[in-house]
């Protein structure tokens, strides 16, 4: 079997022919992978900082060959490509010293007190050690940055994780180039074969062999909550059950308080157009769900943003698929009982254009009304108008697991909604004060992940170094001789690592 991808600003195929991967293919990465884990998750942390800054060379080698592929396959202009392979390569480099450093192995020991009574104490020592083979879904949204070379497939391999990709196939042009690039930073230096795979398909079943693989032990995934959770169920059949690590749907509520409202509906209004249709409404974080308590302020703000949101030109939606369950979904929800349609685009658009949308409802029907809490990805955003702070609470607590969670306010009001943000903490993996929801910036503290369905496990991040958590266990080793054990681990501390001895963080050796 064969696919192409789509162009959905000329409304035609791409000319790639792509090969569905077959059982057999599928059969050959996995062995390659677990093989090559043998060797991969005991090289040296510079050979490994040095294949990740391979990697990110390799792609910028790529230049305007990738960014022209991932603008025919997405619609997306290069201005967005480009800021992409830029995220994507500095994701790269930042594991690359992350790795380097060495310190991210958590390596923890507590010395023998054989004299301790009444039982003598051993020699604990515990570091963190990669899983083994990661099975990683490219998103349908970000063809860089979250799929082939994203964050899902540098932790793992900065874990020291072999990996082998899904090839998304609204992007497999783009990922076969990126796949490319990885393969030769691999040969270059020297990186066992089977470190990296890409497997194309169009369809679910490729999916679903190297979920069930016996050799396969995690999976990453960013995407819908039912693709996600597909996975999810698939992974706990097994077996030997794994763990998906999935970041799924968000509607990402934004709660805006009343003296912000009073003192900035306007400025807010023309801001939250802006993000709502950022990106054609395409990112996990858009701001779906606008809270507010009932006042001529709210009144303001939602005529306001009505104005606003339909001044701005419709942009391309990444394929027909996208668009097609947009127009779904939002059909779905202005059908919904008691739902007023505010502001609606309905000038003429270029085929797979998204037109946006603002509906408005009042607190009791949304908090009624579960349908009205679901995602509808793209540039829609529904503004809730409450009854009062109570309301505004209950409506909170009643929302699924988020990604992101946003607070207006005035300097001094905030302190006074402190049950409704203490609500908002217990649903969202993030909190923005006074800002948008739309960008993840890559850093140390960055969450991205949240309470399900945002993610399948809300422990963990899917940006940032600390995302290589997923990709690893904790492991001890009991009363092993000094030569014997690994290099982080030792007594005289030859990597010269942050570790934590008898209880203090230090670099000294023992």
Request: net charge negative; with cysteine; proline share 6%.
């Amino acid at each position: 079997m064969t696919h192409k991808t789509f162009n959905p600003q000329l409304n035609i195929e791409n000319e790639y022919v792509f090969y569905e991967a077959t059982s057999e293919e599928i059969n050959e990465a996995v062995s390659l992978a677990s093989n090559a884990f043998k060797t991969f998750r005991n090289i040296s942390r510079l050979k490994k900082a040095t294949f990740l800054n391979a990697i990110a060379d390799e792609i910028l080698v790529l230049d305007d060959e990738l960014i022209q592929t991932y603008c025919l396959e997405t619609g997306l202009p290069e201005g967005r490509a480009k800021g992409e392979r830029g995220r994507t390569v500095g994701q790269l480099r930042s594991f690359a010293e992350l790795v380097s450093e060495g310190s991210w192995v958590e390596a923890a020991i507590d010395t023998a007190e054989p004299d301790r009574a009444p039982i003598p104490k051993p020699d604990v020592r515990k570091m963190m050690i990669p899983l083994g083979p990661v099975v990683v879904f490219g998103a349908c949204n970000f063809p860089l940055a979250y799929s082939t070379a994203g964050g899902d497939t540098v932790a793992a391999l900065a874990a020291g994780c072999p990996v082998i990709v899904k090839s998304h196939p609204m992007h497999a042009g783009t990922g076969e180039l990126v796949s490319q690039a990885i393969i030769k930073a691999a040969q270059k230096t020297g990186m066992p074969n089977g470190v990296f795979s890409n497997l194309n398909s169009s369809g679910i079943e490729v999916g679903v062999q190297l979920v069930q693989h016996p050799k396969v032990k995690a999976v990453g995934f960013t995407g819908s909550i039912k693709g996600g959770r597909a996975l999810y169920n698939l992974a706990s059949k097994r077996e030997v059950p794994i763990p998906v690590f999935a970041e799924m749907g968000s509607v990402n509520p934004v709660v805006i308080l009343p003296e912000a409202l009073k003192e900035r509906s306007e400025s807010l209004a023309k801001t939250y157009a802006g993000s709502i249709t950022l990106g054609s409404g395409q990112f996990c974080t858009n701001p779906g769900l606008l809270l507010g308590i009932k006042s001529e302020s709210l009144d303001s703000f939602i005529s306001t943003l009505s104005d606003e949101i339909v001044k701005i030109q419709p942009t391309c939606m990444i394929h027909p698929n996208i668009i097609g369950a947009y127009e779904s979904n939002k059909a779905n929800a202005i059908a919904q009982p008691q739902l007023s349609v505010v502001a609606d685009y309905d000038n003429d658009v270029q085929s797979n254009y998204g037109r946006q949308a603002i509906t408005t409802v009042e607190g009791k029907t949304f908090l009624e009304n579960t349908t009205l809490h679901q995602e509808v990805f793209g540039p829609y955003s529904l503004v809730v108008q409450c009854e009062d702070a109570n309301q505004l609470e209950a409506i909170i607590s009643k929302l699924e697991g988020q990604l992101t969670g946003t607070i207006i306010a005035e300097s001094d009001e905030a302190s006074n909604y402190a049950k409704v943000i203490t609500a908002l903490q217990n649903r969202v993996g993030r909190i923005i004060y006074n800002g948008v929801p739309t960008g993840v910036e890559v850093c140390p503290a960055m969450v991205h992940g949240g309470p399900y369905p945002a993610s399948t496990d809300s422990r963990f991040t899917a940006v940032g170094i600390h995302s290589i958590k997923r990709w690893v266990r904790p492991f001890s080793y009991q009363d092993w001789p000094n030569n014997l054990l690994p290099e982080e681990l030792k007594n005289e501390n030859p990597l010269g690592i942050s570790r934590t001895i008898n209880g203090e963080q230090t670099t000294n050796k023992i």
